[in-house]
Protein backbone atom coordinates (compact mmCIF):
# COMPACT_ATOMS: atom_id res chain seq x y z
CA UNK A 1 0.00 0.00 0.00
CA UNK A 2 1.01 3.51 -1.11
CA UNK A 3 2.14 5.62 1.76
CA UNK A 4 2.81 9.40 2.05
CA UNK A 5 4.26 12.05 4.34
CA UNK A 6 2.29 14.37 6.11
CA UNK A 7 3.01 17.99 5.59
CA UNK A 8 6.67 19.01 5.98
CA UNK A 9 6.95 15.92 9.03
CA UNK A 10 8.56 12.48 9.11
CA UNK A 11 4.94 11.31 9.95
CA UNK A 12 3.70 8.48 7.13
CA UNK A 13 0.41 7.23 6.84
CA UNK A 14 -0.78 4.94 4.50
CA UNK A 15 -3.15 5.92 1.31
CA UNK A 16 -5.80 4.04 3.57
CA UNK A 17 -6.04 4.73 6.56
CA UNK A 18 -8.61 2.63 9.64
CA UNK A 19 -11.44 4.88 11.26
CA UNK A 20 -11.76 3.78 14.81
CA UNK A 21 -15.31 5.02 15.29
CA UNK A 22 -16.76 1.94 14.35
CA UNK A 23 -15.12 -0.81 16.81
CA UNK A 24 -16.08 2.31 19.69
CA UNK A 25 -20.08 0.91 18.76
CA UNK A 26 -21.03 2.95 16.59
CA UNK A 27 -24.59 3.49 16.54
CA UNK A 28 -24.91 -0.33 17.49
CA UNK A 29 -22.95 -2.78 19.55
CA UNK A 30 -20.22 -4.43 18.21
CA UNK A 31 -18.33 -6.89 19.68
CA UNK A 32 -14.78 -7.32 20.88
CA UNK A 33 -14.10 -10.38 18.92
CA UNK A 34 -15.51 -8.40 15.98
CA UNK A 35 -13.63 -5.24 16.13
CA UNK A 36 -10.39 -7.04 16.57
CA UNK A 37 -10.35 -9.31 13.77
CA UNK A 38 -11.16 -6.14 11.51
CA UNK A 39 -8.01 -4.59 12.75
CA UNK A 40 -6.00 -7.33 11.82
CA UNK A 41 -7.61 -7.75 8.66
CA UNK A 42 -6.73 -4.06 7.83
CA UNK A 43 -3.02 -4.70 8.58
CA UNK A 44 -3.37 -7.94 7.00
CA UNK A 45 -4.22 -5.29 4.02
CA UNK A 46 -1.15 -3.12 4.55
CA UNK A 47 -2.75 -0.65 6.30
CA UNK A 48 -0.62 1.23 8.66
CA UNK A 49 -2.72 3.95 10.01
CA UNK A 50 -4.81 3.81 12.68
CA UNK A 51 -7.39 7.02 13.69
CA UNK A 52 -9.26 6.99 16.98
CA UNK A 53 -10.43 9.89 19.71
CA UNK A 54 -11.92 9.70 23.02
CA UNK A 55 -15.20 10.49 21.79
CA UNK A 56 -16.09 7.30 19.84
CA UNK A 57 -17.68 5.30 22.56
CA UNK A 58 -16.28 7.43 25.32
CA UNK A 59 -13.12 5.57 25.43
CA UNK A 60 -13.65 2.32 23.94
CA UNK A 61 -12.46 2.83 20.60
CA UNK A 62 -8.98 4.04 22.15
CA UNK A 63 -8.78 0.99 24.62
CA UNK A 64 -9.81 -1.30 21.58
CA UNK A 65 -7.51 -0.08 19.16
CA UNK A 66 -4.40 -0.27 21.43
CA UNK A 67 -5.13 -3.60 22.39
CA UNK A 68 -5.58 -4.84 19.01
CA UNK A 69 -2.45 -3.37 17.89
CA UNK A 70 -0.15 -3.88 21.28
CA UNK A 71 1.80 -6.93 19.90
CA UNK A 72 2.72 -5.10 16.85
CA UNK A 73 5.83 -3.09 16.62
CA UNK A 74 5.30 -0.02 17.21
CA UNK A 75 7.37 1.88 14.77
CA UNK A 76 5.38 -0.06 11.99
CA UNK A 77 2.57 2.00 12.31
CA UNK A 78 0.89 5.32 13.14
CA UNK A 79 -1.56 6.12 15.22
CA UNK A 80 -4.04 9.60 15.57
CA UNK A 81 -5.69 10.95 18.50
CA UNK A 82 -7.73 13.81 19.22
CA UNK A 83 -8.18 16.69 22.15
CA UNK A 84 -10.57 18.86 23.20
CA UNK A 85 -13.51 16.45 24.66
CA UNK A 86 -12.53 15.13 28.43
CA UNK A 87 -13.65 12.30 29.81
CA UNK A 88 -15.02 12.55 33.28
CA UNK A 89 -16.96 10.65 35.58
CA UNK A 90 -20.91 10.97 34.85
CA UNK A 91 -22.72 11.93 38.04
CA UNK A 92 -25.72 10.45 36.63
CA UNK A 93 -24.46 7.88 34.49
CA UNK A 94 -24.36 4.33 34.88
CA UNK A 95 -28.45 3.97 34.14
CA UNK A 96 -28.48 4.93 30.24
CA UNK A 97 -26.52 4.51 26.97
CA UNK A 98 -24.90 7.22 25.06
CA UNK A 99 -26.63 6.58 21.58
CA UNK A 100 -27.43 10.27 21.92
CA UNK A 101 -24.25 11.34 20.76
CA UNK A 102 -24.40 8.30 18.76
CA UNK A 103 -22.43 5.57 20.40
CA UNK A 104 -23.57 2.52 22.04
CA UNK A 105 -21.90 1.80 25.24
CA UNK A 106 -23.50 2.86 28.97
CA UNK A 107 -22.99 6.68 29.85
CA UNK A 108 -20.70 6.00 32.94
CA UNK A 109 -18.52 9.24 31.53
CA UNK A 110 -19.89 12.24 30.15
CA UNK A 111 -17.67 14.28 27.28
CA UNK A 112 -16.64 17.74 28.34
CA UNK A 113 -15.11 20.42 26.08
CA UNK A 114 -11.78 21.62 26.75
CA UNK A 115 -9.54 23.17 24.05
CA UNK A 116 -6.94 24.51 27.13
CA UNK A 117 -3.93 24.24 27.22
CA UNK A 118 -4.16 21.96 30.42
CA UNK A 119 -6.84 20.74 28.71
CA UNK A 120 -4.55 19.21 25.75
CA UNK A 121 -2.43 17.54 27.92
CA UNK A 122 -4.76 15.48 30.59
CA UNK A 123 -6.61 14.36 27.12
CA UNK A 124 -3.75 13.05 25.39
CA UNK A 125 -2.30 11.75 29.02
CA UNK A 126 -5.92 9.88 29.16
CA UNK A 127 -5.26 8.88 25.62
CA UNK A 128 -2.31 7.33 26.09
CA UNK A 129 -3.37 5.07 29.15
CA UNK A 130 -6.36 4.15 27.16
CA UNK A 131 -3.99 3.29 24.41
CA UNK A 132 -1.79 1.38 26.66
CA UNK A 133 0.57 3.56 24.26
CA UNK A 134 3.73 5.57 25.03
CA UNK A 135 3.34 7.95 22.24
CA UNK A 136 0.82 8.78 19.31
CA UNK A 137 2.54 10.33 16.01
CA UNK A 138 -0.87 12.84 15.54
CA UNK A 139 -2.77 14.94 17.68
CA UNK A 140 -5.65 16.39 16.30
CA UNK A 141 -8.27 19.46 17.65
CA UNK A 142 -11.23 17.31 17.56
CA UNK A 143 -14.43 19.93 16.19
CA UNK A 144 -13.50 22.80 17.51
CA UNK A 145 -16.46 24.44 15.82
CA UNK A 146 -17.87 26.52 18.89
CA UNK A 147 -14.35 26.78 20.27
CA UNK A 148 -12.17 28.90 18.04
CA UNK A 149 -11.17 31.42 19.84
CA UNK A 150 -9.39 29.06 22.65
CA UNK A 151 -8.68 26.54 20.16
CA UNK A 152 -6.20 29.00 18.39
CA UNK A 153 -5.02 31.20 21.38
CA UNK A 154 -4.73 28.06 23.46
CA UNK A 155 -4.61 24.49 22.53
CA UNK A 156 -3.01 25.11 19.29
CA UNK A 157 0.47 26.22 21.09
CA UNK A 158 -0.25 23.81 23.36
CA UNK A 159 0.25 20.98 20.62
CA UNK A 160 3.11 23.51 18.76
CA UNK A 161 5.27 23.30 21.90
CA UNK A 162 4.71 19.03 21.81
CA UNK A 163 5.31 18.75 18.57
CA UNK A 164 8.48 20.71 19.26
CA UNK A 165 9.38 18.62 22.07
CA UNK A 166 8.96 15.40 19.55
CA UNK A 167 6.46 14.32 22.14
CA UNK A 168 4.40 14.23 18.93
CA UNK A 169 5.15 13.81 15.01
CA UNK A 170 2.60 15.67 13.32
CA UNK A 171 -0.30 18.16 14.58
CA UNK A 172 -3.78 19.05 13.14
CA UNK A 173 -7.32 19.57 13.04
CA UNK A 174 -10.26 17.32 12.64
CA UNK A 175 -13.64 18.64 11.77
CA UNK A 176 -16.48 18.51 9.18
CA UNK A 177 -16.34 21.75 7.65
CA UNK A 178 -14.39 23.69 6.08
CA UNK A 179 -13.65 27.38 7.36
CA UNK A 180 -12.46 26.62 10.24
CA UNK A 181 -9.49 24.26 9.09
CA UNK A 182 -8.85 26.74 6.30
CA UNK A 183 -8.17 29.70 8.84
CA UNK A 184 -5.95 27.31 11.01
CA UNK A 185 -3.74 26.92 7.81
CA UNK A 186 -3.62 30.29 7.39
CA UNK A 187 -2.78 31.31 10.90
CA UNK A 188 -0.75 28.35 12.57
CA UNK A 189 1.71 26.21 11.44
CA UNK A 190 -0.55 22.63 11.26
CA UNK A 191 0.75 19.69 9.39
CA UNK A 192 -2.44 17.80 8.68
CA UNK A 193 -6.46 18.42 8.22
CA UNK A 194 -8.93 15.73 8.59
CA UNK A 195 -11.76 16.62 6.36
CA UNK A 196 -15.11 14.44 7.47
CA UNK A 197 -17.61 14.74 4.35
CA UNK A 198 -17.13 17.79 2.92
CA UNK A 199 -14.74 16.29 -0.61
CA UNK A 200 -16.45 13.58 -1.98
CA UNK A 201 -17.67 12.36 -5.09
CA UNK A 202 -21.50 13.86 -4.21
CA UNK A 203 -20.08 17.17 -2.78
CA UNK A 204 -16.99 19.27 -3.01
CA UNK A 205 -16.95 21.95 -0.91
CA UNK A 206 -13.40 21.79 0.21
CA UNK A 207 -11.77 22.46 -3.49
CA UNK A 208 -13.70 26.43 -2.78
CA UNK A 209 -10.52 27.32 -0.06
CA UNK A 210 -9.29 24.42 2.20
CA UNK A 211 -7.57 21.94 -0.34
CA UNK A 212 -5.72 24.69 -2.40
CA UNK A 213 -5.14 26.42 0.70
CA UNK A 214 -2.91 22.95 1.96
CA UNK A 215 -1.74 22.05 -1.05
CA UNK A 216 -0.23 25.95 -1.80
CA UNK A 217 1.31 25.93 1.70
CA UNK A 218 2.73 22.34 1.43
CA UNK A 219 0.20 20.62 3.89
CA UNK A 220 -1.61 17.22 4.14
CA UNK A 221 -5.46 16.49 4.18
CA UNK A 222 -7.06 13.32 5.18
CA UNK A 223 -10.46 12.91 3.44
CA UNK A 224 -12.69 10.74 5.99
CA UNK A 225 -16.75 10.44 5.17
CA UNK A 226 -15.56 9.46 1.81
CA UNK A 227 -19.32 7.63 1.39
CA UNK A 228 -21.04 10.46 3.06
CA UNK A 229 -22.31 8.42 6.32
CA UNK A 230 -23.35 5.84 4.14
CA UNK A 231 -25.55 6.75 1.02
CA UNK A 232 -22.21 6.37 -1.56
CA UNK A 233 -22.44 3.07 -0.72
CA UNK A 234 -25.74 2.20 -1.37
CA UNK A 235 -28.44 4.98 -2.36
CA UNK A 236 -31.78 4.39 -1.79
CA UNK A 237 -34.44 5.45 0.02
CA UNK A 238 -33.81 5.98 3.88
CA UNK A 239 -30.08 5.84 3.04
CA UNK A 240 -28.26 8.24 5.57
CA UNK A 241 -26.38 11.20 4.56
CA UNK A 242 -24.83 13.04 6.64
CA UNK A 243 -26.24 10.63 9.85
CA UNK A 244 -29.57 11.95 8.75
CA UNK A 245 -31.83 10.60 5.98
CA UNK A 246 -30.57 11.63 2.69
CA UNK A 247 -33.39 14.27 1.32
CA UNK A 248 -34.95 13.32 -2.24
CA UNK A 249 -32.74 15.83 -4.45
CA UNK A 250 -29.33 14.00 -2.60
CA UNK A 251 -30.59 10.81 -3.11
CA UNK A 252 -31.52 11.55 -6.99
CA UNK A 253 -27.81 13.21 -7.26
CA UNK A 254 -26.21 9.66 -5.75
CA UNK A 255 -28.46 7.61 -7.63
CA UNK A 256 -27.29 9.33 -10.35
CA UNK A 257 -23.88 8.75 -9.94
CA UNK A 258 -24.54 5.40 -9.54
CA UNK A 259 -25.55 5.04 -13.00
CA UNK A 260 -22.94 6.58 -14.47
CA UNK A 261 -20.33 4.38 -12.70
CA UNK A 262 -22.44 1.33 -13.97
CA UNK A 263 -22.14 2.32 -17.37
CA UNK A 264 -18.38 1.77 -17.04
CA UNK A 265 -18.43 -1.52 -14.71
CA UNK A 266 -17.57 0.73 -11.79
CA UNK A 267 -19.84 -0.01 -8.17
CA UNK A 268 -20.07 3.22 -7.05
CA UNK A 269 -18.31 2.66 -3.78
CA UNK A 270 -14.68 2.12 -5.48
CA UNK A 271 -15.71 5.35 -7.11
CA UNK A 272 -16.21 7.27 -4.38
CA UNK A 273 -12.89 5.68 -2.48
CA UNK A 274 -10.46 6.85 -5.32
CA UNK A 275 -12.06 10.06 -5.72
CA UNK A 276 -10.30 12.31 -3.42
CA UNK A 277 -6.74 11.14 -4.70
CA UNK A 278 -7.27 13.03 -7.55
CA UNK A 279 -6.18 16.38 -5.15
CA UNK A 280 -2.51 16.67 -4.34
CA UNK A 281 -2.38 18.04 -1.11
CA UNK A 282 -4.53 14.71 -0.15
CA UNK A 283 -2.66 11.91 1.35
CA UNK A 284 -4.94 9.12 2.48
CA UNK A 285 -8.65 8.34 2.67
CA UNK A 286 -9.57 7.07 6.48
CA UNK A 287 -12.90 4.77 6.26
CA UNK A 288 -14.17 3.57 9.65
CA UNK A 289 -14.95 -0.41 9.56
CA UNK A 290 -17.15 -2.71 12.45
CA UNK A 291 -15.74 -6.21 10.82
CA UNK A 292 -12.59 -8.26 8.86
CA UNK A 293 -15.21 -8.48 6.27
CA UNK A 294 -16.09 -4.55 5.97
CA UNK A 295 -12.14 -3.88 5.82
CA UNK A 296 -11.73 -6.49 2.74
CA UNK A 297 -14.25 -4.96 1.02
CA UNK A 298 -12.67 -1.42 1.01
CA UNK A 299 -9.67 -2.87 0.15
CA UNK A 300 -10.90 -4.95 -2.47
CA UNK A 301 -12.70 -1.46 -4.31
CA UNK A 302 -9.34 0.43 -3.85
CA UNK A 303 -7.63 -2.44 -5.48
CA UNK A 304 -9.79 -1.61 -8.78
CA UNK A 305 -8.87 0.46 -11.55
CA UNK A 306 -11.26 3.35 -12.16
CA UNK A 307 -10.52 4.46 -15.49
CA UNK A 308 -10.58 7.92 -16.77
CA UNK A 309 -13.94 7.55 -18.55
CA UNK A 310 -16.11 7.54 -15.25
CA UNK A 311 -14.65 11.08 -14.20
CA UNK A 312 -14.76 12.22 -17.98
CA UNK A 313 -18.66 11.04 -18.21
CA UNK A 314 -19.14 12.28 -14.81
CA UNK A 315 -18.27 15.67 -15.59
CA UNK A 316 -19.80 15.31 -19.20
CA UNK A 317 -23.12 15.08 -17.38
CA UNK A 318 -22.69 18.07 -15.07
CA UNK A 319 -22.25 16.10 -12.15
CA UNK A 320 -18.48 16.90 -11.75
CA UNK A 321 -17.07 20.60 -12.47
CA UNK A 322 -15.23 20.60 -15.22
CA UNK A 323 -12.08 21.74 -13.40
CA UNK A 324 -12.63 19.19 -10.64
CA UNK A 325 -8.88 17.11 -10.06
CA UNK A 326 -9.57 13.89 -10.68
CA UNK A 327 -7.04 10.72 -10.30
CA UNK A 328 -5.00 8.69 -13.10
CA UNK A 329 -6.00 5.27 -13.29
CA UNK A 330 -3.36 2.87 -12.19
CA UNK A 331 -3.22 -0.84 -12.37
CA UNK A 332 -5.34 -2.88 -10.22
CA UNK A 333 -3.11 -4.03 -6.79
CA UNK A 334 -3.14 -7.56 -5.92
CA UNK A 335 -2.73 -8.40 -2.04
CA UNK A 336 1.18 -8.16 -1.05
Known amino acids: MRTATLGGTDVRVTELSFGAAGIGNLFRPVSAESAFAAVDAAWDAGIRTFDTAPHYGLGLSERRLGTALCDRPRDAYTVSTKVGRLLEPNPQGGRGDDLAHGFAVSDTQRRVWDFSAEGVLRSLEASLNRLALDRVDIVLLHDPDDHARQALTEAYPALERLRAEGVVGAIGIGTNQCALPARFLRETDIDVVLLAGRYTLLEQEGLDELLPEAAARGRSVIIGGVFNSGLLTDPRPGATYDYAPAPRSVLDRALRLKKIAGHHGVPLRAAALHFPFGHRAVASVLTGARSAEEVRD ?24 PDTPTPTALPSKEPS
Do not use: C, F, S
Not at 306 to 321: I, N, S, Y
Open 298 to 321: TVDQLRRTVPATVWDELRAEGVLA
